[in-house]
């Protein structure tokens, strides 16, 4: 088959906390429901993968990744501002999240794949050298730049429809013209992280390699649908080599934090 999914307990791991909006039930929730799906029969399962602290440094500075470990042994404290906490075995939890996704992109630069799905993943806010918005690697920013680095490719898309900005990528890989960025969200003037203005297009070499679209808090599939064909134009100019797509569920509605009103006919268009 040419679509795998990663499936284990071990990415279930990344959470804060029962009392904690990025809490412990999203693993075990998705999990049920592709199980009763039957989705199994379509795709290829393979198991978490822990990343070592070399591969999270192709994008994380070794400073931040030696505290976010010292962090993890005690449990105690902030790994940002107030909004990611050092949980004990946030460390490996977040590694497996990074592992997962580098041994499935291996997996497709190889030619084995043409497709492969993460859940638990896309922990779009991180930056280089600190935590943010619940996210403590940033899986995605990892993947980049191991693509980047691989013989061959010159060009790699990156497509994210999550509620929020997807800033930790964005910003890290601004002034970057290989990364095409297509991102809508809502408007980051009524959501986290505030930022994703239309205005946003890339600097010096990258200018309009960056594509934000934001929507007003409301907007519905009907929205999205006007502005995808924005998208697929978008990546049609710069024929990427490789897509990496951030498909964060509190777009959907119904999400208690944010105020989108998409539905799963909308993720699975942009699939």
């Known amino acids: 088959m040419e679509l795998s999914i990663c499936l284990g307990d071990e990415l279930g791991r990344y959470h804060f906390g029962a009392d904690h909006p990025f809490g412990p039930l999203r693993y075990p929730a998705f999990l049920e429901a592709f199980e009763e799906r039957g989705l199994g029969q379509h795709c290829v399962v393979r198991s978490p993968r822990q990343a070592m602290a070399a591969v999270i440094e192709r994008f994380h500075t070794p400073a931040y990744v030696e505290r976010v470990r010292d962090a993890s042994a005690t449990g105690w404290g902030y790994l940002d501002y107030g909004d990611t906490p050092a949980v004990p075995g946030i460390y490996e939890a977040a590694a497996f999240v990074v592992g997962s996704v580098i041994d499935a992109l291996g997996s497709m630069l190889a030619g084995e794949l043409r497709r492969a799905f993460v859940p638990i993943a896309g922990l779009h806010h991180a930056r280089r050298n600190r935590a943010a918005g619940f996210c403590v690697f940033n899986d995605c920013g990892v993947a980049i730049e191991t693509a980047m680095a691989t013989p061959g490719i010159e060009r790699i898309a990156y497509v994210d429809i999550d509620a929020h900005h997807g800033d930790g990528v964005f910003y890290a890989f601004e002034s970057d013209p290989r990364v095409i960025v297509a991102d809508t969200h809502q408007d980051g003037r009524t959501l986290y992280p505030g930022t994703g203005d239309a205005s946003e297009t890339g600097r010096g070499e990258a200018k309009d390699t960056k594509l934000n679209i934001p929507l007003p808090p409301g907007a519905s599939d009907k929205d999205f649908f006007a502005a995808w064909p924005r998208i697929e ?14 498909c964060g569920v509190d777009s959907l509605a119904g999400d208690p934090i944010t105020a989108l009103q998409l539905s799963e006919q909308a993720h699975a268009h942009a699939a």
């Open 233 to 246: 134009a978008h990546l049609e100019r710069f024929e990427p080599q490789l897509i990496l797509f951030q």
